[in-house]
């Protein structure tokens, strides 16, 4: 059976940053992709972030360049996915998931591809 928590979320006004953190525990060792997903009650659930294969990522456009997943984050054991949230915007407002699969393919917009999803730590951004 495979967990994933959540922590990190809070408050911040526009400009500011967060981190977020997703642990894994379970049968995490056939993993081959984990992602941070978002949502907010206007809008279906969206692909922000994904971390594939040895150390590729993939961003959503319109967080690419102020989104990153940390370079320690890793698929192999210990599971440890992050994602620094850098320069936010009252848009980026949201309930923020991490989810992860053990199949290929794991494609960013498609939350169908992900086997497995945390319960959302949320973001609020001011303006």
């Known amino acids: 059976q495979v967990q994933l928590v959540e922590s990190g979320g809070g408050s911040v006004q526009a400009g500011g940053s967060l981190s977020l953190s997703c642990a894994a525990s379970?049968?995490?060792?056939?993993?081959?992709?984990m992602a941070w997903f978002r949502q907010t009650p206007e809008k279906e659930r969206e692909g922000v972030a994904l971390l594939y294969g040895l150390d590729s990522t993939d961003y959503e456009e319109h967080v690419e360049g102020r989104f990153t997943i940390p370079k320690d984050s890793s698929l192999s054991t210990p599971i440890s996915l992050g994602l620094q949230m850098n320069s936010l915007k009252p848009e980026d407002t949201a309930v923020y998931y991490c989810?992860?699969?053990?199949?290929?393919?794991?494609?960013?917009?498609?939350?169908?591809?992900?086997?497995?999803w945390g319960q959302g730590t949320q973001v609020t951004v001011s303006s």
């Open positions: 379970g049968n995490t060792y056939n993993f081959k992709c």
């Open positions: 989810a992860a699969s053990y199949i290929y393919p794991c494609r960013l917009g498609l939350q169908e591809d992900f086997e497995f």
